[in-house]
């Protein structure tokens, strides 16, 4: 138990502040509101604040951009699931036992729920916006009993 925390929660934890850090980049308008949020919070005392979890929690600008980084490339784009009962889709039956892979990098990216749902748009994770998705449209971090432990 102790590597599967050190080595998947370091590795998507690294993907998913690299991915954020490159769309920053390649968005230097949104880059420049985060950074306007941000030192309007720290101000002239910057460098000798300390950046708490409160702190962080306040900045809801940031939460906005790394929502929808882990939305445009979630660090774990697929996951399976091994089913415990039959299940029925689309009219086939898919027998108690077989594993199923769902992609997330897909679900993330349906136009009904996300329009325009290549560009990266923070906005679309403002709380007006998430109220009109369901609770499985968004998953960075997989969902139900069996989701990420590190979220």
């Not at 138990?1 to 850090?21: K, L, Q, Y």
């Not at 077989?98 to 349906?110: D, G, K, Q």
């Amino acid at each position: 138990e102790v590597d599967t925390f050190m080595v998947e929660g370091h590795d998507t934890t690294t993907s998913g502040i690299s991915f954020t850090i490159l769309q920053l980049a390649k968005h230097q308008e949104i880059q420049q509101k985060l950074y306007e949020e941000i030192d309007g919070m720290l101000g002239a005392e910057a460098k000798s604040t300390v950046l708490t979890s409160a702190l962080l929690q306040d900045m809801k600008y940031l939460d906005l951009v790394v929502k929808e980084s882990l939305r445009l490339v979630p660090p774990v784009p697929f996951i399976g699931r091994k089913l415990l009962e039959d299940m029925e889709m689309n009219g086939t039956t898919i027998p108690a036992g077989a594993t199923i892979s769902l992609n997330i990098f897909n679900v993330h990216r349906n136009p009904k729920v996300f329009p325009e749902p290549e560009k990266f748009i923070p906005e679309r994770f403002s709380d007006a916006n998430e109220i009109k998705r369901g609770p499985y449209d968004y998953i960075p971090f997989s969902a139900g009993p069996r989701n990420c432990i590190g979220q």
